[in-house]
């Protein structure tokens, strides 16, 4: 029987999340203090160590990361953290930036130090005002009491566009530019925030840090699956009968989130799909529910683990309605910088909501399955590369739903 | 406070025309045509780019919107949790369609993706203050509460 194990949460409802005091009690920044008696290189050795991969959806070792920053030559280098959440069906780093604030800040501190930083952003979303100001509360604090030293953190807030989720496009809106993805390469962690090497972490993965410093990197690469240890924080939604969220390590397997965390299927119907790690993230029919949810496992499977959201639809779902609904979503986010992605999007939304309507023919199908392999690798960024999963998953999964719609 | 002195607040921010312009909604809950002329020279960016900036982020508007904006998220777990019966409820209480305001000058409804509250789907918020696992039933309370 799998079990929750919290170590992002481990604060979560224990401690008043607006009182550093009781953060300190609980130990919390020992393990800034513990990393500021490390060299950088030991300290960066001990995060890669660990195998701590990115909880933002790329899943890059965190540590080596680090390294490509701390190796750049600048007179200023930047942390920022990426708390523009925005996956539908996400909200863990809410649940962390609102209980726990203070492992955030500790989290971007020992960076800045193992990096040569000494300026932070925190980019959250607009969709979480107070959230900002718990944020902004909590780094007040943290400077009276002097625990950041000569790091300072500053919020910014997002304004309502998915794409700013990609760390380039994060970084053009910071500059306060619209949030278009810029080319890769050069990669932040050489050329980013207003051209100086930069570190994008997700709050996740930031929260993750605290803790791997204080305990070691062995104890952590040996929790869940190895190549993508640690533990992930899951959102469930949809027709799940326990609408919440759960941390559990990375070898839980998909059907376990479900039904035993989950507790199955609400009023008693039957499990049709499950899409997991967003909107952008495949549907997952019944035959993979034993996959693990660590980041090579969900690949493997032609899926992706993504933010961790997990979206359950029952038997009595129609799978081509709510792609079209997803395709629509797809649409309205491209920011139209390139063209695959632009045109691309607006042409399954047109597509989805013909079939969806009725008056879809086989042809149409064929089209999809064109149009969403050639966006797959021609789209610009991940926004453009992931759009099509929901559709093509479908298709390849679900056929049935869309053979019942056509003509 | 008007937008000048909002704008000369941030004029020194690197970057800052974005928390700018998030100032300015808080008091106008729009962007003004003036302001974001005003906006780029502060900040040494051409007028386009300002009007760039106003246009590309979802939660910003250049039409002038009314006191309470009710946005409706319209993402995938708020759609299968009934977003589309809560769309009608709010377009019959106010009797205008999404996208449009009240004559009273007191409601405007718009769409949204994700708020980030999907434990308690569907979701609504009212300037930017989350309702949760709304129904139809729930929608006139909700809007007398605001009136």
Known sequence: ?407 | MDYQEILANYADMPGGMIEAFHAIQEKLNYLPEEAIVEAAKVFGKPVSQAYGVATFYSMFSVEPRNKNVIRICESAPCHVAGAAEVVAALEKELGISMGSSTADGLFTLEFTECVGQCQSTPVITINGKPFLDVTPAKISGIIAECK
Not at chain 1, 77 to 87: F, L, M, P, R, S
Not at chain 1, 99 to 111: K, R, V, W
């Open chain 1, 1 to 407: 029987m799998a079990e929750e194990m919290r170590i992002v949460l481990r604060n979560y409802g224990k401690i008043d999340p607006l009182k550093i005091d009781d953060y300190i009690a609980v130990g919390g920044y020992n393990s800034l203090n513990k990393a500021r008696s490390m060299s950088n290189p030991d300290l960066i050795n001990e995060v890669k160590a660990s195998n701590l991969r990115g909880r933002g959806g790329a899943g890059f070792n965190c540590g080596m990361k680090w390294n490509f920053a701390y190796q750049a030559q600048a007179d200023q280098k930047y942390v920022i953290c990426n708390a523009d959440e925005g996956e539908p069906g996400t909200y863990k780093d809410r649940l962390i930036m609102e209980n726990d604030p203070h492992t955030l800040l500790e989290g971007m501190a020992i960076c800045a130090y193992a990096i040569g930083a000494t300026q932070g952003f925190i980019y959250c979303r607009g969709e979480y005002p107070s959230v900002a100001k718990t944020l902004k509360q909590a780094i007040a604090q943290a400077k009276e009491k002097g625990v950041l030293g000569d790091f300072t953190i500053e919020v910014r807030l997002g304004a309502g566009a998915y794409v700013c989720g990609e760390e380039t496009a994060l970084i053009e809106s910071i500059e306060g530019k619209r949030g278009e993805p810029r080319i890769k390469p050069p990669f932040p962690p050489v050329i980013g925030l207003w051209g100086k090497p930069t570190i994008v972490n997700n709050v996740e993965t930031f929260a993750n840090i605290p803790v791997i410093v204080e305990k070691g990197s062995a104890w952590y690469a040996a929790i869940g699956t190895p190549s993508y240890p640690g533990t992930k924080v899951v959102t469930l939604t949809g027709d799940v009968a326990n609408k919440t969220f759960f941390e559990v390590p990375t070898s839980t397997t998909i059907r376990e989130v479900i039904f035993q965390f989950g507790g199955g299927i609400a009023n008693g119907k039957g499990f049709k799909a499950v899409q997991i790690g967003g909107t952008s993230g495949a549907f997952i029919p019944a035959a993979n529910l034993d996959t693990p949810i660590g980041f090579d496992a969900m690949t493997a499977i032609g899926a992706a683990l993504g933010s961790g959201a997990v979206f359950v639809l029952d038997e009595s779902r129609d799978l081509v309605d709510v792609t079209a609904r997803i395709a629509k979503f797809f649409a309205h986010e491209s920011c139209g910088k390139c063209a695959p992605c632009r045109e691309g999007t607006m042409r399954v939304h047109d597509l989805m909501d013909k079939i969806n309507a009725g008056k879809g023919v086989s042809a149409d199908i064929a089209l999809l399955n064109k149009l969403g392999r050639v966006m797959s690798y021609s789209c610009l960024c991940g926004l453009g590369q992931a759009a099509p999963s929901p559709v093509l998953s479908t298709i390849e999964h679900f056929s049935a739903d869309y053979n019942a719609k056509l003509m």
